[in-house]
């Protein structure tokens, strides 16, 4: 069994910060990564993805609040969230695989939920 980690949810008010954590195992670290928001209603949609060439994509929902990144060293990525919104409230997912676009095909989380209140 393959397991993705999650930590760092939580309660903030409207325009307050989070960061999220994923440690993810090494032998599927090399794979594309990425954060995913769930929506109660909605699809699950891809926020921010690091392909295995570094080039990232964010969402336009979070561009220029969202921040992904990841740590070699410790076989992990993080989202760190400012600035953050009501309409950010959702489950978070961390995941590894094959993407295309912002989807993504191959192992996920728990999944990590995020309130804002306004």
């Known amino acids: 069994q393959v397991h993705l980690v999650e930590s760092g949810g939580g309660s903030v008010e409207s325009g307050g910060s989070l960061r999220l954590s994923c440690v993810i195992p090494e032998n599927i670290f090399g794979l594309c990564l990425g954060w995913f928001q769930k929506i109660p209603g909605q699809l699950r949609e891809g926020v921010a993805v690091i392909y295995p060439d570094g080039i990232i994509e964010y969402a336009d929902s979070v561009k220029g609040r969202f921040t992904i990144s990841k740590d070699n060293t410790k076989s992990a990525i993080y989202l760190q969230m400012t600035d953050l919104k009501p309409e950010d409230t959702a489950q978070y997912t961390c995941?590894?695989?094959?993407?295309?676009?912002?989807?993504?095909?191959?192992?996920w989380g728990q999944g990590i939920q995020v309130n804002v209140s306004s």
């Open positions: 995941a590894a695989g094959y993407c295309s676009g912002r989807k993504l095909q191959g192992f």
